[in-house]
């Protein structure tokens, strides 16, 4: 193999690695709230939490799904180190819970089950329950439509427990993704201080207990949140198509110095 097709096997390599690290996007990005009581500023990077939802899954292979999302602790340190409500007040002086909603299709092939977001479908609200489950504190912090998502059901999965897998053992049958857009209102911008302007994508990260696809389902899980700013977040075809002009450059500059 002469240098010329070295090189553009290797760069090819280093173009596929890009592109396919760029599907992974969503680190863990800190923000600093001012929170609710006499607990001090604090830095996060993730919120986690626990979700319920009614998912309806009709015969034409489409979904729809209403879920309610209620933080249980800030996470910093790159996801390491669990904040106590002490430290936060997360649960003792306010609550945070969402309301996401979102349509999409849904395949199924064999055990599993494979479930697709579609854009534009719903919505998402963040709020700040100041009272604590007593009606009429609720203020609501930011909002966002849902850009895409996937989900995956396995109920064969060996961390799953059900009467058809005798085997399983446990309540992870599969896990799901999504991203949303984010905007805070002016109440969210007291609350969620840095940065500023806040980030304007949130992530969403939940696992799946086992359910049956069909007709109307009552599910719940675990589920966590990140924040990103979509300019962070690039496109894979652009990552590629940048990885190709690479190569063509690289090409064309061989060719100049043959002619020379």
């Known amino acids: 193999m002469n240098a010329f097709k070295k090189t553009i096997v290797a760069a090819s390599i280093a173009a596929a690695t890009i592109f396919s ?80 909603s979102a349509s999409g299709t849904y395949s199924v092939s064999g055990s599993t089950t494979t479930f697709n977001f579609q854009p534009g ?40 427990s059900n009467p058809g897998n005798p085997s399983g053992n446990g309540i992870n049958c599969g896990s799901f993704g999504a991203s949303s857009s984010f905007a805070l209102t002016e109440a969210g911008s ?28 009552t599910i719940n899980g675990s589920l966590d949140v990140v924040f990103e700013n979509a300019a962070e977040v690039p496109e894979p075809a652009s990552v590629g198509l940048l990885g190709l002009g690479m190569l063509g450059l690289y090409a064309a500059r061989r060719r100049n110095k043959k002619a020379a």
């Open 190 to 217: 007291s609350f969620f201080v840095l940065p500023n302007p806040f980030y304007s994508m949130s992530f969403q990260s939940g696992q799946l207990n086992n359910f049956t696809p069909s007709g109307t389902q």
């Open 121 to 160: 479908t719903g919505s998402l609200d963040l709020f700040m329950d100041t009272t604590l489950g007593v009606a009429g504190g609720n203020v609501l912090l930011g909002s966002g439509n849902p850009l895409a998502g996937q989900g995956t059901l396995n109920p064969m999965l060996s961390t799953c």
């Open 21 to 100: 690290g760029t599907a992974a996007a969503a680190p863990f990005n800190s923000f600093t709230v001012d929170p609710v009581g006499p607990q001090a500023n604090f830095v996060a990077d993730k919120i986690t939490g626990n979700y319920t939802e009614t998912a309806t899954f009709n015969q034409d292979g489409t979904f729809n799904v209403s879920l309610v999302w209620t933080a249980g602790q800030f996470v910093g340190n790159g996801g390491n180190t669990a904040y106590e409500a002490f430290q936060t007040g997360l649960g003792a002086n306010y609550g945070l819970f969402a309301n996401y």
